[in-house]
């Protein structure tokens, strides 16, 4: 693997005005933060910030919808054996019952 290294020109204003922001984290955490995410990424943003939505509206079916996020999440990064044994568990929370709250079809 081959380490690549900045070195930025920059004046004690500019400098102080970046250390400002950069906080707690490290240089490479703060440069990293604004770079665009992987695809995989931000599927999985997606996916945790509309569970989290749908959780807060519909908190009665959390577990459920807690199920299919971890299902959805784990499709996305290609682990399908462990995909599969969620979906086994979806499938027996069905059939118990689950997911018939207020709203649900």
């Excluded at 920059?10 to 250390?19: A, I, P, S, V």
């Excluded at 400002?20 to 995989?40: F, M, N, V, Y």
């Excluded at 908190?59 to 499709?75: G, I, S």
């Amino acid at each position: 693997m081959c380490v690549r290294k900045l070195l930025i020109d920059l004046t004690e204003e500019e400098y102080e005005r970046l250390l400002r922001i950069k906080g707690s984290r490290t240089w490479k955490e703060l440069l990293l933060s604004i770079a665009p995410k992987s695809r995989e990424e931000l599927l999985i943003k997606k996916v945790n910030d509309f569970f989290r939505e749908l959780k807060g509206l519909d908190p009665e079916n959390m577990e459920f919808y807690e199920f299919a996020r971890v299902l959805l999440v784990l499709y996305i990064k290609g682990d399908w054996e462990r995909a599969s044994k969620i979906l086994g568990w979806i499938a027996e929370l069905l059939k118990g019952g689950g997911g018939h709250g207020e709203g649900s079809h």
